[in-house]
């Protein structure tokens, strides 16, 4: 079942979440520190090169969403815990530098959205793209990046809840290991919308 054909394409978009230098180099400092099945990682990387590339050729509108912050991390001031204290003390995505950078292989190209103003886990959070997504009038999300089990899900659970039929890519994700990935992709996605291959969604 092709599941972009199924729906209508208008009404369609896929989004790259955090395909930043951070995730996806391996002189970033989440490759580095959290990403130990690098065998699933680089999986998720190949894949995603190919749905992008499906994306482009099949109109299909695309949005990346990334993250990063002003010096100092003034955004996640005082954050005593989870992410508001861990990205400060790691040092991750700082704004205009390496590791917040599009990874070289799926850039985004002229007349593809990039989401601003993001400053949480979802993709929603302070962010430009639910208002992207209800003026072109987007309905049907699919999903692809990192990780799985932190921003992919939040943004997955608040599409949801906002009212999008949402769609989880599977091999085009990728967690820290396996149990984390099998865990959202068995356990969590279904009460959220549905998962699919990159087989599927390309229709192969």
């Keep these: 079942m092709n599941y972009v054909q199924s729906q209508t394409k208008e009404k369609s978009a896929l989004i790259l979440i955090e395909t930043q230098n951070e995730w996806m180099h391996e002189e970033g400092k989440l490759y ?8 699933m990682m680089h999986n998720s990387m190949a894949n995603i090169e190919k749905i992008l590339d ?21 955004e996640l001031a005082n954050g005593k ?8 003390n790691a040092g991750t995505f700082p704004i205009n530098e390496f590791g917040s950078q599009f990874y070289e292989t799926v850039q985004p190209i002229e007349n593809e959205f990039v989401v601003t103003g993001r400053v949480g886990a979802s993709g ?23 990780a799985t089990h932190v921003c992919v899900e939040s943004t997955l659970r608040e599409a949801h809840e906002k009212g999008y039929n949402t769609f989880l890519i599977s091999d085009g994700t990728s967690a820290f290991n396996r149990t984390q ?3 959202v992709i068995n356990e969590v996605v279904h009460h959220f919308g549905e998962h699919l291959t990159t087989k599927e969604f390309m229709n192969e």
């Design 54 to 74: 499906h994306a482009r050729k099949n109109n299909i509108k695309i949005i990346h969403v990334g993250l990063r912050f002003e010096k100092g991390y003034p």
């Design 181 to 183: 990935q099998d865990y």
């Design 124 to 146: 929603f959070t302070g962010s430009n793209l639910d208002v992207y997504l209800r003026n072109n009038k987007i309905e049907n999300l699919y999903l692809v990046g990192y």
């Design 81 to 88: 815990s989870g992410l508001r204290k861990a990205i400060p």
């Design 32 to 39: 580095n520190a959290l990403v130990t099945d690098k065998d």
